[in-house]
């Protein structure tokens, strides 16, 4: 065969097998982008564990509609201009990808109306052949997208989902880790029209760990040390449970870098390395932590579903990830959150 130029149907569909697994993986790029457009309370609607119909509205800056064409285009993005902005990211998003992905693989439509536009207008896009029509429409303020029949063209990727009770979790999942991460913002979730959470915005400590032990569980709420350590601009925030409740197993490993959650090798290392004289080999700690470092210090651009970062200076985070827990665990301090706000 020639060398020759994909289709941009297919290329994005080839894209879209790196961001979009399963329907959670759509439900966490529209959320990220509705709180990357300052969103204050997002719905999120889920019909048949995602695989039908998932539909998230925000309250956000909303898209201008002669952008809305723009937003559906693959490596069309606001967050970024140039080599600069990509080397200090504070925004969720950047690769100008997961729309045109999602809209590759599904029928997505995009309904928004900024503060400035008197109306809304709608952008539809089915399985993406480059041509968007657009349509006046009802909206508030902030943005709607809807995405239908996920993978319904692409048949080796539906195979591969789950049950619908499966997929449910995984979205369940997703929402509970930026519900940790952002509790200045409201998330209803419902499943086939019966509302599954409603995590209201979390203003002071009280309701910070109403939200905690919401998703963590109010035995996590009362057995965790709360973290709070700061150094040149290394920042570490957060709860880990007391070494005397550690337990063999725990779903409760939540770690976000600048407000994206992360699985870390290095990150969970200092923190086992913490707990090491603590705790047995077969004992796993249970944490919810916030780390902060200049954005010039880390790379996101690793993983195209953004789970991964580098260090510039990883021993440097390394060791201050494990001064602060262990500072937090020495027994002197070790007090549960829960006394604290007694
Ligand atoms: P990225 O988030 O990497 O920029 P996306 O494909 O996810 O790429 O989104 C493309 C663009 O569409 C974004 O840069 C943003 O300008 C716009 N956009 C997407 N979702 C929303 C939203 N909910 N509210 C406002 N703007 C949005
Ligand atoms: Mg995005």
């Known amino acids: 065969m020639p060398i020759q130029i994909l289709p941009p149907q297919l290329a994005n569909q080839i894209a879209a097998g790196e961001v979009v697994e399963r329907p959670a993986s759509v439900v966490k790029e529209l959320i990220e982008n509705s709180l990357d457009a300052g969103a204050t309370r997002i719905h999120i609607e889920i019909d048949k564990g995602g695989t039908k119909r998932i539909a998230i509205r925000d309250n956000g800056y909303g898209i201008a509609k002669d952008q809305l064409e723009l937003a559906l285009a693959r490596h069309a993005t606001s967050k970024i201009a140039s080599l600069d ?26 309904t928004s109306r900024p503060e400035n536009q008197n109306e809304a207008w709608q952008a539809y896009a089915e399985g993406r052949e480059m ?57 209803i979730l419902t499943h086939n029209g019966k509302q599954t959470r409603h995590y209201r915005v979390a203003n002071n400590e009280k309701q910070k760990q109403q939200r905690l032990s919401a998703i963590c569980g109010s035995s996590f709420v009362s057995q965790a040390v709360h973290i709070d350590w700061q150094h040149d601009s290394l920042g570490i925030e957060g709860w880990v449970i007391s070494p005397s409740h550690v337990q063999t197993a725990t779903e409760i490993q939540y770690c976000y ?17 913490a707990y090491q004289e603590h705790i047995g080999q077969q004992q796993i700690p249970a944490y919810v932590l916030f780390l ?13 579903a953004k789970h991964e970062v580098r260090f510039h200076q990883s021993r440097l985070v390394h060791d201050f990830i494990y001064q602060g827990i262990t500072s937090a665990l020495t027994p002197a301090d070790i007090q549960s959150v829960h006394e604290e706000h007694q």
């Open 85 to 110: 902005d990509l080397e200090a990211i504070m925004s969720l998003g950047f690769r100008g990808e997961a729309l045109a992905s999602i809209s590759s693989v599904s029928r997505l439509t995009l």
């Open 131 to 187: 041509n968007v029509s657009l349509k006046p429409a009802a909206h508030p303020r902030g943005s709607t997208l809807e995405v239908l029949d996920l993978f319904y063209n692409t048949p080796a990727r539906r195979k591969f989902l789950r049950t619908e009770k499966t997929e449910f979790t995984h979205i369940d999942e997703v929402i509970r880790r930026i519900a940790l991460a952002r509790f200045d913002v409201e998330f």
């Open 257 to 273: 870098v600048n407000g994206r959650m992360m699985r870390d090798k290095l990150i969970n290392h200092a923190i086992r390395q």
């Open 292 to 304: 902060t470092v200049d954005p010039h210090q880390v790379d996101v651009n690793v993983h195209p």
